[in-house]
């Protein structure tokens, strides 16, 4: 496994060893010793999302203060334009962002630490996306921050508006993002 630094140095972009022939591919998505020793990081997975979002769809930026999720990121259908924003007080990188394309092509993962607030645009037709965290989704925790806000300086590829969930939609600002 071929570990890729990034804008936030928690965040790391892993590129699996793939085998292939003339009847296709075969790679581990996740062998907890092979990614423990190539990026320093030991963590217990707890549970694997899966979901499938059409052209435009714009998921995040989520995050939980109580019980953060860290995750592991991978595209299994289509293409992704993927975000990780460091919501940390007190971080030296506080309010800077990672971002990077993740398709079922170039077989890239991502691991997003907890702490840090998450979300992708489809830019495909469609997209199915499975992650892994740390800990166990709490709806009653999960907050938003605002896509678009100016002070995160995401450049999306979007040129209309994306589509987004009610929740989205009234997203916080990074500047109230961290109240309890």
């Known amino acids: 496994m071929n570990v890729v630094k990034t804008a936030l140095p928690d965040v790391l972009i892993l590129e699996p060893k793939l085998f292939g022939d003339e009847r296709g591919f075969f790679f581990e998505s996740f062998n907890r010793r092979t990614f423990s020793e190539a990026s320093g990081v030991d963590v217990e997975f707890v549970q694997d999302n899966h979901s499938r979002?059409?052209?435009g769809v714009l998921r995040g930026l989520h995050y939980q203060l109580q019980h953060p999720q860290g995750k592991l990121i991978r595209v299994v259908a289509?293409?992704?334009f993927d975000v990780a924003v460091d919501i940390r007080e007190g971080?030296?990188?506080?309010?800077?962002h990672a971002a990077f394309r993740?398709?079922?092509d170039n077989k890239r993962m991502v691991w997003v630490p907890p702490g840090l607030?998450?979300?992708?645009l489809v830019i495909s037709d469609h997209a199915e996306v499975l992650y892994k965290t740390t800990d166990y989704?709490?709806?009653?925790?999960?907050?938003?921050?605002?896509w678009n806000d100016p002070a995160l300086k995401i450049a999306w590829p979007?040129?209309?508006?994306?589509?987004?969930s009610?929740?989205?939609?009234?997203g916080q600002l990074l500047s109230d993002a961290c109240r309890v």
């Open 117 to 120: 607030a998450h979300g992708f």
């Open 91 to 96: 971080s030296p990188t506080f309010g800077h």
């Open 158 to 164: 979007v040129d209309v508006e994306p589509l987004l």
């Open 137 to 146: 989704w709490h709806p009653e925790f999960e907050r938003s921050l605002a």
């Open 78 to 80: 289509g293409e992704i």
């Open 102 to 104: 993740l398709s079922s």
């Open 166 to 170: 009610a929740k989205d939609k009234v």
């Open 53 to 55: 979002s059409a052209r």
